[in-house]
């Protein structure tokens, strides 16, 4: 059986790695530290707004978007290729949020309605989405939500969202009645309150709903499984992104190995540096193995899906925090300094292993997964 990824989807994959390398430049997240746009100069900005709008054009945010609604239809398996590539390159965009987020719970619970105003807006980048359900430090938890719905208005405040500063429209879990259901909310008039963290170019909020107008998403009562549901489709994808982010730091950290000297030697050469190096590898290997196989359940939509996407997330959050960090190692003490692009790649992989949870929550989800397959 060939798990590989077929002729054209490693096509699409060559030309996103060769759209990336061209747009989306480490200046531009420099500027974005800085406290500087991408595009307009304004200060703050958390996105590069002219790859944005280069995404947009590539069609990459319709990937799976079928092509009702304006999207190319391609399918998960097209967007875990251009989700790797994304990794790889840093790209400062909102894309995890707008595409593996939002556009995911739309097709996944949104009605005819709901799709057709939203899902072409995502396809041709004029509209940004966020998913709120946390609502402060801690794993999320059905009993934790305070957010409530009544009388079509949403009520509460979510906090961090991630993109949240930025997003014309958010996905949010809140409390109808005795149950929780998720609801679609436009943005517009809502405060936000932006928030600092490691990683800046990926922008995080606060957002504070009073009396703001909401629809359902999905049936009544089902918010949390819902939820759930999306994070397994975007932890999948999420995986394919950390991949393509310890790649990066694996092969930055060997092209420094082997042109570096010490002793008259490359420091590649040395035991310590090579032990480094076979270890990232390794930790990658696994990784990648247990993205393909998430990335097949999502794309058959698979009952083994639950148990797949909670093994890509942790095994792909180990593999990226561990390269980042022997990253930074191999380089030595300028791989601390502001300089060199260690750090950036060690922001996005601390980023990355939050954004849909950290990998203890995920741990505890496959170790019930595995318990309820022993059981079966």
């Known amino acids: 059986m060939n798990f590989d990824f077929s002729d054209e989807q490693k096509q699409l994959k060559d030309e996103a790695r060769r759209f990336l390398a061209d747009k989306a430049s480490k200046s531009a997240l420099r500027k974005i530290l800085d406290g500087q746009s991408g595009l307009d100069g304004k200060a703050g900005a958390s996105y590069d707004k002219t790859l944005w709008k280069g995404v947009a054009e590539m069609g990459w ?45 739309l097709l996944l619970a949104g009605s005819d309605a709901q799709k057709a105003a939203w899902l072409p807006k995502i396809a041709q980048g004029d509209a940004i989405g966020c998913f709120a359900i946390s609502e402060g430090p801690g794993a999320v938890s059905a009993s934790a939500i305070r957010c409530s719905y009544e009388n079509g208005a949403l009520n509460g405040v979510k906090t961090p969202v991630t993109d949240g500063d930025v997003a014309d429209a958010a996905i949010v879990l809140a409390k109808e009645g005795s149950g929780l259901s998720l609801f679609l909310a436009p943005l517009e008039g809502v405060a936000r309150e932006s928030l600092k963290t490691l990683e800046p170019t990926r922008g995080h909020a606060a957002l504070t709903f009073k009396n703001t107008k909401a629809e359902r998403i999905g049936e009544a009562g089902r918010g949390w499984e819902l939820a759930e549901a999306v994070l397994d489709r975007a932890a999948t994808l999420l995986a394919f992104e950390q991949v393509g982010g310890a790649q990066a730091c694996l092969e930055m950290a060997v092209d420094y190995a082997k042109n570096r000297y010490a002793f008259s030697r490359p420091i590649g050469s040395f035991q310590g540096i090579k032990h480094k190096l076979a270890d990232m590898y390794v930790n990658i290997e696994v990784a990648r193995s247990n993205a393909y196989y998430a990335a097949w359940a999502l794309s058959t939509e698979a009952p083994e899906l639950k148990l797949a996407a909670a093994a890509a997330r942790v095994a792909a959050c180990e593999a990226y925090h561990f390269a980042a960090k022997e990253n930074v190692q191999t380089h030595g003490g300028i791989g601390f300094t502001w300089e060199v692009d260690c750090h950036l790649f060690y922001r996005r992989a601390k980023l990355l292993a939050v954004q849909a949870g950290a990998p203890a929550v995920w741990k505890e989800k496959l170790v019930r997964q595995l318990e309820a397959k022993n059981a079966a």
């Not at 998960?76 to 719970?105: K, N």
């Open 61 to 105: 945010l319709g990937a799976a978007i079928p092509e009702a609604h304006g999207g190319l239809g391609l399918g998960r398996l097209e967007l875990c290729v251009l989700a790797e590539e994304i990794g790889r390159s840093l790209a400062a965009v909102p894309f995890s949020s707008t595409v593996y987020f939002f556009a995911e719970a």
